[in-house]
């Protein structure tokens, strides 16, 4: 996909996600790096996306950065980034979303909606567990 189709905040939004991917070390580059990447953002769409839907952006942040804590990491520096097929789906569908809409670029509100509808399912996940968790606490 070329980069010029993305707004510059989404460029932006990539080129941070990929630079997590090597603060983690991680070797695979995913939707999680990505979430992340756009709730750090100053001003970012997302977070005023999620507070208008009455979600915390903090502890959504929290709980990405704890689950990308938990994913494998390599023991040697990254040279190397491999994309997921949930990336290439993500961005795919952004893709063609800004196509169906007729627009030049990828980045604007409605595909950042796009993009939070695919991590829906992560971070319901991600809630999941932590309600888990905190059941788990109370039974101690």
């Known amino acids: 996909m070329r980069q010029e ?3 510059e905040q989404a460029q932006e939004a990539l080129a941070s996600s990929q630079e ?5 070390h991680h070797s695979q580059w995913d939707v999680e790096h ?6 750090q953002q100053e001003k970012g769409l997302v977070g005023d ?9 903090e502890t959504v942040r929290q709980q990405v950065a704890a689950a990308l804590e938990k994913a494998p990491r390599i023991a040697y520096e990254v040279t190397q980034i491999y994309a997921t097929p949930r ?4 961005l795919g569908t952004a893709a063609s979303e800004a196509d169906r809409l007729k627009d030049e670029f990828i980045g604007n509100k409605k ?3 796009t993009k939070l509808k695919e991590l829906e399912g992560k971070i319901s ?6 309600a888990d968790l905190k059941i788990k606490r109370q039974k101690q």
């Open 5 to 7: 189709r993305f707004t």
């Open 111 to 113: 595909d950042i909606e």
């Open 49 to 57: 996306i999620l507070k208008e839907l009455g979600v915390n952006v």
């Open 125 to 130: 996940s991600v809630n999941k567990e932590m």
């Open 34 to 39: 990505i979430l992340l990447a756009l709730l």
């Open 20 to 24: 997590l991917v090597r603060e983690y």
């Open 87 to 90: 990336i290439s789906q993500l």
